[in-house]
């Protein structure tokens, strides 16, 4: 398999990361790039860390986090909360979104506090709950905007 990293978006990389798509059933599932990038303006307090994801030096998707919030805010899940992943429909079922996983997994426990991560999913017939599951998330009975919330003790994972 490849080796997938997590790298920053430049001006080089910018308009193909823009171009990344989910398929058609997941596009009610998962915001696009251009959206997170918006949303990680829109919410400065959520302290958005996004990068793009790399199998070898293809890319292949997309991954924002909240890297660390500190605001009380009951509005924002974290601190370390899995924002966005996406891998774009030309390369899924390949391993990468699990990869993508790990690289951010690896990025958390490196950070201060950082035992648990955190995500939620839209509910419905191609909700990525299962995918998260088998991942390790468990899902803790909590409903943020509408979705159920999923957590990964990375003290454990």
Known sequence: ?????????????RDAVLALRVSEEQSDYVADVAQSLDDAVQYPEAKAWYRAVYADDELVGFVMISDGITDPDPTLLGPYFLWRLLIDRRHQGKGY???????????????????????????????????????????????HEGEPVLALDLRTA
């Open 97 to 143: 979104g699990t990869a993508a996983i790990d690289r951010v997994v690896e990025h958390v426990r490196s950070r201060p506090d950082g035992r648990t991560l955190l995500v939620s999913c839209h509910p419905g017939p191609a909700t990525p709950i299962p995918f998260y599951e088998r991942y390790g998330f468990v899902l803790t009975g909590e409903i």
């Open 1 to 13: 398999m490849a080796v997938v990293t997590l790298r920053e978006i430049t001006d080089e990389n």
